[in-house]
């Protein structure tokens, strides 16, 4: 059951390897580098379904996960950021934003946090 700041599905790292048609170590490549997050769930290290929409990782992700690490946050306080409900948004989490044509505000807001 996702938590309240839980995306609503997830994917294993075969799964997004299937997905985005690369091979497993690509995949553990992408989360060294902050292009993917990927946390624990249940023991087995899941990324967000919603991040890898339409076959390719959300063009602005790696930038505000790149933002986020360098304002000091972990993947799991990565993960409650992009998540987390936003008024301000149309009511909607930066992570669905992202997906949008308000993405440049949820990297600007990311950079803010560095601040």
Partial sequence: MPGPTDPAG???????????????SKVHQMIRDRELLAVRRDGVRRIPADLVANRTVLKHLPGVLNLLADAGYDDEE??????????????????????????????????ALGF
């Fill in 10 to 24: 997830w994917l294993t790292l075969p799964d997004v390897a299937e997905r985005l048609d690369l091979s497993i």
């Fill in 78 to 111: 990565a993960l409650r950021w992009l998540y987390q409900p936003d008024p301000t948004l149309a009511g909607t989490t930066p992570a669905a934003t992202l997906a949008g044509d308000q993405a440049r505000e949820v990297k600007r807001r990311a950079q």
